[in-house]
């Protein structure tokens, strides 16, 4: 299984980004991908997630700003960040879960300059 985040990179506030997340090893489309973040000095946590029918849940802090999606066909679930707030700041990780075991790719920095 190997997963590869991109589309990071270095925005002002109030700004949009982004982020993909393509998956390689997997039967894709039954598998509920997640992304996560991880800032400087914190614990890595679940910003969002989206499960093979397409429901998506999300974290309270990104809630009407961020919104998952995926494209089976492509093997890529995207995450759309906008109004993005310094607090944002974070390594991005996408995350899959297969046989109980959890697979992470190489995370996509986000820098959000206030």
């Known amino acids: 299984v190997q997963l590869q985040a991109s589309g990071g990179g270095l925005v002002q506030a109030g700004g949009s980004l982004r982020l993909s997340c393509h998956a390689v090893?997997?039967?894709?489309?039954?598998?509920?991908i997640g992304w996560y973040r991880q800032a400087p000095g914190k614990q890595r946590e679940l910003v969002a997630s989206?499960?093979?029918?397409?429901?998506?849940d999300y974290a309270d802090s990104v809630k009407g700003r961020f919104i998952i999606s995926r494209d089976n066909a492509r093997r890529r679930v995207f995450l759309q960040m906008n109004s993005l707030k310094s607090e944002d700041t974070a390594v991005y990780f996408c995350?899959?879960?297969?046989?109980?075991?959890?697979?992470w790719g190489k995370g996509t920095l986000v820098t959000v300059s206030s």
């Open positions: 989206i499960n093979s029918g397409g429901s998506a």
């Open positions: 090893g997997i039967n894709f489309s039954i598998h509920t």
């Open positions: 995350n899959v879960v297969r046989q109980g075991r959890p697979f």
